[in-house]
C-alpha cells in the first residue's frame, strides 16, 4: 500500500486556494453551460482527463490535481470527491448522488497529539472502467474497485472489490457476481 503521512505545504495551501476560488463559480450553474464551466475546470486543473467528463451541478470537487478521469465519466449531484492521495477513475465509471470518494483520512494511532493535529494519510483510490457507485455510497482511502463492478446504495466500502462483482451493506459484502459465461 503507497502510504504517504505529511502536512500540506504552503504551495499546496495557496493551489487549494486557488482551485476552490475558481471551482465555486462554476459548481452550482444548472443546464449545458455548467456542463461545459466544469467540463473546462476539470480539463484545466485534473492530473488528465481522457475524455469527455458529465459533472452535475453541486459535487464538490479537492485537490483536483491529483484526479486522473477516464473517458465519459459521469457525477452525479452533491458527490464529495477530495484526491489528496490520488483517485483514478476509469472509462464509463457512473459516480451516483451523494457518493463520498477520499483518499485520506487522519491517523488514529497511538500519539500524544490531538487528531487535529496530526498530518493526513494520503492513500490512492481506484476505481475500474465500467464501474457504478450508487446513491450515498463512500469509497475509503486505499480502496480499488475492479472494472464492471456495483457498488450498491448507501454502502461503506473499505476493501478492494473484484471485477464484476457487486457488493452492499456498511461495511459492504459481497452480494452477487456479474461475470458472463
Known amino acids: 500500500m503507497n502510504l504517504a503521512i505529511k502536512k500540506f505545504s504552503f504551495k499546496e495551501l495557496i493551489y487549494l486556494e486557488i482551485e476552490q476560488y ?3 463559480p462554476v459548481k452550482y450553474i444548472p443546464g449545458s453551460l455548467g456542463f461545459f464551466l466544469r467540463f473546462l475546470f476539470v480539463k ?18 479537492i485537490h483536483t490535481n491529483k484526479i486522473e478521469f477516464g473517458r465519459n465519466v459521469g457525477i452525479n449531484t452533491g458527490t464529495y470527491i477530495n484526491g ?4 483514478k477513475f476509469g472509462d464509463f ?13 487522519h491517523p488514529i494511532g497511538p500519539s500524544s497529539k490531538h487528531i487535529y493535529e496530526m498530518p493526513s ?3 490512492p483510490i481506484v476505481l475500474g472502467s465500467g464501474c457504478w457507485l450508487a446513491a450515498g455510497s463512500v469509497i475509503l482511502p486505499g480502496v480499488t474497485i475492479g472494472e ?5 446504495a448507501n454502502s461503506v466500502i473499505g476493501k478492494d472489490i473484484p471485477a464484476y462483482e457487486v457488493y452492499a451493506g456498511a461495511p459492504a459484502v459481497k452480494i452477487k457476481s456479474r461475470k458472463f459465461g
Open 22 to 24: 475558481l471551482y465555486f
Open 44 to 61: 484545466c486543473f485534473s492530473k488528465s482527463l481522457a475524455g469527455m467528463i458529465w459533472i452535475q451541478p453541486g459535487v464538490e470537487l
Open 148 to 152: 464492471g463492478s456495483v457498488v450498491g
Open 84 to 87: 489528496v492521495g490520488t483517485i
Open 121 to 123: 494519510e494520503r492513500i
Open 93 to 105: 465509471a457512473l459516480i451516483g448522488n451523494n457518493v463520498t470518494i477520499s483518499s485520506g483520512k
